[in-house]
């Protein structure tokens, strides 16, 4: 694929893209202050195209100064600074920095090297984004909403998001592309419709008011977008009007994806509120191909760019990792506050919350619930618990989280600890039922007719699937969300998450009534 930017005899070449869709036209920019300009207007643009542009820009500083390193440096110091966002400007920068020592053929290398790798990690992170994007909606074909432009205009070459898009499009799972227009500079609507018509992929453009629209209306499976910089945590730096699209995928609960480079990631920072965004001039937005379209001397807000909480971000998908920033549904907090109690000790213990497309998020195998991440969690099949892509290895006692999706259609999170008072109680009742009393704690478990509260205890069979079988033949739609096992621990489930590990704390209040209730722990039929 032809590249959007290249170094060609002394010179950086690339894509004028202020001209598109009008006109494909080459720049030649043949110094630092050119190509600083071209980055500062647009016509180079997208995150991984200025870092692209900045590295080859320290190239042209080396040649002119020769050995005048200071010189070099001051000139490095001006391209990184020319737009602040985007963190691979800086990390281009610095990298072919790095080579100064080496005169300048050896900064031209490094930049030349940068211009390879970035054509190369996105073809990566494209596959590795579309087998997200895949797993995560469960459908045969998608239809996608994207945002600003993230293709290859946007990178040295094939994109990010959008690269994710051809990726998606040669597999035959791609139905169609909503692209957003991108307000106040058109990034959308002039450079994402062009590119999406290059590659012969359906699209619609549509006003960026009009996005989460099509979200609530069920007309979007999933939003991919790219990235400017993505903080240690998952907070997601990304072009104006990113953030309300992710407050829309949320509440319609379908993913919202980022798709960018290692290079995008910035571990300096935590927390996204520290970002530097990039103000850019009032003009851009009270005016519209050059006619004015606000009152003279109206004053503008326009922001470059957006910050969407990690709370938000389903996915971040990378070149080699994939980190899922949204606390994979809330289980690592949920988790890290079972470990705290000391229900969880060492890697026991198990969660999952129903996702998207039939799908569970579940803890992975042999993982310290202590120190749980988002990634240390594995996608499943939700009704028989078959492991969907390559996320690793589902939690040993999948199967019965599987066996409480088949059973219980309302149930959307589960949570299996070993609390000891909950432990002591199946296992002084082993296999067969516990009868509680009539405490009022049981009201945490939901609403139930009259009668005896009394929970199952399955028999521990060393063969998992064994223990979900018995469960299955148990379960009937009118059974508490919750069980004990003998020997082992307690497992309670309900709508969410919260629900589930609140029911988990009520069980283990109700067992230690129970214990202290009871002076032979009985109460078992
Ligand atoms: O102001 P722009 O057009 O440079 O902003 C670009 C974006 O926000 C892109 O989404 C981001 O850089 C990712 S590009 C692969």
Known sequence: MERSLDWVEGAVHAVDQRALPGEYRIVALTTVDQVIEAIKTLSIRGAPAIGAAGALAVALAARRHGGDHAAVRADAARIAAARPT???????????????????????DAALALLTED???????????????????????????????????????????????????????????????????????????????????????CVDSASSAAIAAGLVDCVLIGADRITAEGDVANKIGSYPLALAAARAGIPFVVVAPESTVDETISDGASIVIEQRAAAEVTSFAGQPVAPAGTAAYNPAFDVTPRDLVTAVVTERRTLRPALGHGIPAAAARLHRRGWLDGT?????????????????SGRSKGELSASDLVAVRAETGAPVGEWGRPSAEVSIHAALYRAFPNCGAVVHAHPPHATLVATQAGPG?????????????????????????????????????????????DSPPALL????????????????HNRMECLEMLCELHLRSTTTGGGQS
């Open 86 to 108: 985007a963190v691979n400007l800086a990390w281009a920068v610095r990298r072919v920095l790095g080579s100064l020592a080496d005169g300048p053929a050896a900064v031209l």
């Open 485 to 500: 096992i003998d020997r082992h621990g307690a497992t309670t489930w309900g709508p969410d998450l919260e629900t589930a």
């Open 348 to 364: 026991a213990g198990n969660l999952s919350v129903l996702v998207p497309g039939g799908r569970a998020l579940i803890t992975a």
């Open 119 to 205: 054509e190369q990690v996105n073809r990566r992170m494209a596959t590795r984004a579309a087998d997200e994007v895949l797993a995560l909606s469960g459908r045969d074909r998608l239809r996608v909403l994207t945002h600003c432009n993230t293709g290859r205009l946007a990178t040295v070459a094939w994109g990010t998001a959008l690269g994710a898009l051809r990726e998606l499009a040669q597999r035959g799972r791609l139905e169609s592309v909503l692209a957003g227009e991108t307000r106040p500079l058109l990034q959308g609507a002039r450079l994402t419709a062009w590119e999406l018509a290059e590659a012969g992929i359906p699209h619609r453009i």
């Open 433 to 477: 039922s516990v009868r509680f009393g009539d405490f009022e704690i049981v009201k945490g478990f939901g609403p139930r007719g009259a009668g005896p509260f009394v929970l199952p205890v399955l028999a521990n069979h060393p063969d998992v699937p064994r223990i979900a079988a018995d469960l299955a033949a148990l379960c009937t739609p």
